[in-house]
């Protein structure tokens, strides 16, 4: 059962468009949902996280929007480069502080084409 | 930031043969390590979960005897890959938390080709 379903599965903007990437949750347990960004032959890095107390939170270009109701939250890249061209997972989590353990999208990989 | 380095970044071994792999945080201690497993274009897949001086917690469906996690410091865990057959072929990442902060950090993966 997969508990974090992303879409879509792949996604290509222009440079300067905007790039949306959706998941859904079940579990209405998780409390942490960050999103993370991979380049091939990379680990993930954490590009922006959320709790549901928060509807929107926004950083440079990215900005997560969150809709406890509809248990769904998205990643939005504004004027999209073509450096921002990756694979981008997001997750979720139960519990804050140490509880690490993390249950990730599939992913989307994203290209921006030039 | 906090940074976790792995170590080898690639490694190609013989069928057969056990390879292992180390995971480190280079500045701060980590109480938690997670080992994920990831397939061409696919999600990370958690393996197992080791805390610093215990047993790793493996999820359902990892042969604990085939991957083998040692957690023996806080700044190191090892995951060994025995036996390893071309199925095992696959990247490997780690992460780490040092229970103080929010996240974990993850290291830059170990693509391990069996052939």
């Known amino acids: 059962q997969q508990q974090v379903k992303q879409s879509p599965q792949s996604l290509i903007v222009q440079k300067g468009g905007i790039s949306i990437i959706n998941c859904a949750y079940e579990?209405?347990?998780?409390?942490?949902f960050p999103w993370y960004q991979q380049f091939p032959g990379k680990g993930p890095a954490l590009l922006i996280a959320?709790?549901?107390?928060?509807s929107e939170k926004k950083e440079g270009r990215f900005t997560i929007s969150f809709n406890k109701s509809a248990k769904q939250f998205s990643l939005h890249i504004m004027d999209s480069q073509p450096g921002d061209s990756a694979t981008y997972f997001c997750?979720?989590?139960?519990?804050?502080?140490?509880?690490?353990?993390?249950?990730f999208g599939k992913g989307t990989l994203l290209t921006v084409n030039p | 930031g906090a940074v976790v380095s792995q170590h080898p970044s690639r490694v190609i071994c013989k069928s057969g043969t056990s390879v292992k792999i180390e995971c480190r945080s280079l500045d701060f201690q980590a109480t938690t390590m997670f080992w994920y497993r990831q397939f061409p274009k696919k999600s990370l897949m958690l393996m197992a979960t080791?805390?610093?001086?215990?047993?790793?917690?493996?999820e359902q469906g990892v042969e604990k005897d085939k991957f083998l996690i040692n957690h023996a410091s806080l700044t190191l865990s090892t995951l060994t890959v025995t036996s390893a057959h071309p199925e095992d072929s696959s990247f490997y990442i780690c992460?780490?938390?040092?229970?103080?902060?929010?996240?974990?950090?993850f290291g830059q993966g170990t693509r391990l080709t069996v052939v």
């Open positions: 080791s805390n610093e001086g215990s047993k790793a917690t493996y």
């Open positions: 959320i709790r549901p107390d928060v």
């Open positions: 579990n209405t347990a998780f409390d942490y």
């Open positions: 997750a979720a989590r139960v519990g804050g502080g140490s509880n690490y353990k993390l249950t």
């Open positions: 992460s780490a938390g040092d229970g103080l902060n929010t996240e974990a950090f």
